[in-house]
Every structure is written in structure tokens, then in C-alpha cells.
T-cell receptor, first 109, second 112 residues
Framework: GQNIDQPTEMTATEGAIVQINCTYQ??????LFWYQQHAGEAPTFLSY??LDGLEEKGRFSSFLSRSKGYSYLLLKELQMKDSASYLC??????????WGAGTKLIIKP | IAGITQAPTSQILAAGRRMTLRCTQD?????MYWYRQDLGLGLRLIHY???????GKGEVPDGYSVSRANTDDFPLTLASAVPSQTSVYFC???????????FGPGTRLTVL
């Protein structure tokens, strides 16, 4: 079967750095996405990785290792508005997205 | 209309009733998707359409049907609602199936 694993919840301090991990086992691989979802709102796109390595976009970076079936999302200089759920999704051989259950990130002052 | 919209925002429905959730996008995206999101679970794909006139089944299609008569609209119909269909439903679209998806605001459906 296909499986995406992420921690259920993480807590971090404002101004700090946090790393959210995602491991996957899917039927084929055609890219990995990270989305942000604030409570009661729709998911919004953050990043996309299809090749191994680090993609940096402002305060957010995403890393991929295809051989290990592993990705992480790195958030720097945390702000209170970063309190949200972070969803990892893998595009499988049929170009459909398989989604993890999401990691709820709580930012404390 | 700007982006992707869904209607209604929320709905309480009696079991056995028929219900259509509406989704419209004005971005001329070819691909559209319907997901349900339940607490503790990832988004699960119900049905998708890679282009107008075509549809496909996702992971959890039973009890749902869709149509794609044109590029902009992708309605989801529950023929006879059951309590297990209580969920938040998200419609999404993307330029093609190769691109990131853009999500509508969601419909919160409660079936009693």
C-alpha cells in the first residue's frame, strides 16, 4: 500500500527554527509537495521537490532524498502566523497526490 | 470570480437525500479534483478530471459521482447521503496534472 508518515504535532518557539519530517512509500514517484493549511482554511502550496537536494524559498526550505523516501520542511525565523498544519504529499506513478495526515505546528511566544 | 470557488460553504443534510456540491474555477485549468478531509487522515481523492469531458475515480469514489461538461465547472453529487460522508470537501484545480494544485475554500457537510 501507499503510505505517507509525518509527526502529528510539533511545538516551537517564535524566532526559532523547526524541521518537519516526512517519509513515504508510494507506487512510483513523480515529485513531493508541501502545503500549509491554517485551521478552517484551504491548503496552500509551499514547495515542490522532484530531484534530490534542498530547495530554498525565503524562510522556508524543503529537502528531498528519493533513495531514502524522505523529505523535510525547514522553517526559519518562526512567526506566530506560521502556526498551521503542514501537509506532505507525493505524486505517484498515476500522477495522483497521496497525502500525509499533516503536522500541526504550534508556535509559542 | 477570482480563482476557485465552492458552494455551499456548509450544509446539514438528512441521510438519504441527494446533494450536489458546486465547484467553479476561472483560471482555465485543465485538471480538477475533489477531496474529502477527515480528522486524523490525509486528504483523500474522490474523483478527478484531467480535462473537460473526462473523469476518473480516486481512492474513495463510492457514493459519489462527478461530471465535467466544461473547463470551469466540476460538480460533485452524493446520490443518497449517508452519515459516513460527513466531512470537509475540497475542490482543487491545476493547469495540468503535472502542476501544483490550487484549492477552493471547502464545503463542510454534515449528514444526520
Amino acid at each position: 500500500g501507499q503510505n505517507i508518515d509525518q509527526p502529528t504535532e510539533m511545538t516551537a518557539t517564535e524566532g526559532a527554527i523547526v524541521q518537519i519530517n516526512c517519509t513515504y512509500q508510494t507506487s512510483g514517484f513523480n515529485g513531493l509537495f508541501w502545503y500549509q493549511q491554517h485551521a478552517g482554511e484551504a491548503p496552500t502550496f509551499l514547495s515542490y521537490n522532484v530531484l534530490d537536494g534542498l530547495e530554498e524559498k525565503g524562510r522556508f526550505s524543503s529537502f528531498l532524498s528519493r533513495s531514502k523516501g524522505y523529505s523535510y520542511l525547514l522553517l526559519k525565523e518562526l512567526q506566530m502566523k506560521d502556526s498551521a498544519s503542514y501537509l506532505c504529499a507525493v505524486r505517484d506513478k498515476d500522477y495522483q497526490l497521496i497525502w500525509g495526515a499533516g503536522t500541526k505546528l504550534i508556535i509559542k511566544p | 470570480i477570482a480563482g476557485i470557488t465552492q458552494a455551499p460553504t456548509s450544509q446539514i443534510l438528512a441521510a438519504g437525500r441527494r446533494m450536489t456540491l458546486r465547484c467553479t474555477q476561472d483560471m482555465r485549468h485543465n485538471a480538477m479534483y475533489w477531496y474529502r478531509q477527515d480528522l486524523g487522515l490525509g486528504l483523500r481523492l474522490i474523483h478527478y478530471s484531467n480535462t473537460a469531458g473526462t473523469t476518473g475515480k480516486g481512492e474513495v469514489p463510492d457514493g459519489y459521482s462527478v461530471s465535467r461538461a466544461n473547463t470551469d465547472d466540476f460538480p460533485l453529487t452524493l446520490a443518497s447521503a449517508v452519515p459516513s460522508q460527513t466531512s470537509v470537501y475540497f475542490c482543487a484545480s491545476s493547469p495540468t496534472s503535472n502542476n501544483e494544485q490550487f484549492f477552493g475554500p471547502g464545503t463542510r457537510l454534515t449528514v444526520l
